[in-house]
């Protein structure tokens, strides 16, 4: 069976792909709460080298923590840099380390790199209470995108390509921020988990090997307007 890697593979969308894809991949799941630490660049090396003839690799983890209740909004002008390099450490250069160890150890294969719609169009301030997105977000998610086309255009014996996703509805959301959300999206509502497999299956099926250096989004229509 062939094997593919998901990064951030414990998380709700990760999950939700390695049960879509497990009759059809050998999945290896790499995550943060197994022990994975995708910043260590050691780490990642010696799991590429050990883990070779990969089909595919999803990039899908992700330095994007949540606002804590009652926290007071801070100017984005007022972020410390440190805060904004934890985001680019995580979002930009651990993701091209993993893709670099992944063409480095393989003659071809298939790689989807996951941004998010905050990387394609500025947030929408005014959904959030109390809360900015953090700028450090945005930057580092444009640059997986640039990336992308980049490897794809260097490395044509590979499918690279990004899965642009908007947000994903979860239970515990505060009910006035989806509400304003879904204001603000075409289909006036949030991504259900399961709505997120099938442009990933369609990147990883042969069907799609003239599709490389380019973006699919999954996002309700929030960047058509």
């Known amino acids: 069976m062939k094997k593919l890697v998901i990064t951030g593979g414990e998380g709700l969308i990760g999950t939700k792909l390695k049960e ?6 050998e999945v290896l799941s790499l995550d943060i709460s197994l022990g994975h630490d995708l910043t260590d ?3 990642v090396k010696k799991f590429f ?10 990039v899908l983890h992700a330095y994007n923590p949540l606002p804590l209740k009652n926290t007071t909004k801070i100017e984005p002008i007022d972020y410390s840099l440190n805060e904004i390099k934890d985001y680019l450490n995580v979002n930009v250069i ?7 160890n992944f063409i480095k150890n393989n003659k071809k294969g298939r790689i989807i790199n996951v941004s998010s719609l905050y990387g394609e169009v500025s947030p929408k301030h005014h959904i959030y209470d109390n809360f900015t997105k953090h700028i450090g977000y945005s930057l580092s998610k444009s640059s997986v995108v640039m990336m992308t086309k980049y490897l794809a255009t260097y ?3 590979f499918n690279i390509n990004t899965v642009i ?7 515990d959301f505060d009910v006035n921020f989806v509400k304003r959300y879904n204001e603000n999206t075409p289909l006036k509502r949030m991504m259900n988990v399961n709505e997120v497999t099938s442009c990933f299956d ?3 099926k042969e069907e799609s090997s003239y599709v490389t250096g380019t973006e699919i989004k999954v996002d309700g229509g ?4």
């Open 20 to 25: 879509y894809f497990k009759d059809k991949f």
């Open 155 to 157: 490395y044509p014996d």
């Open 165 to 171: 996703l908007g947000g994903v509805y979860q239970e």
């Open 222 to 225: 929030w960047t058509a307007w």
């Open 41 to 43: 660049e050691d780490f």
């Open 49 to 58: 080298a050990k883990n070779k003839n990969l089909y595919g690799l999803i």
């Open 94 to 100: 651990s993701a091209f380390d993993v893709c670099r």
């Open 202 to 204: 369609f990147l990883l």
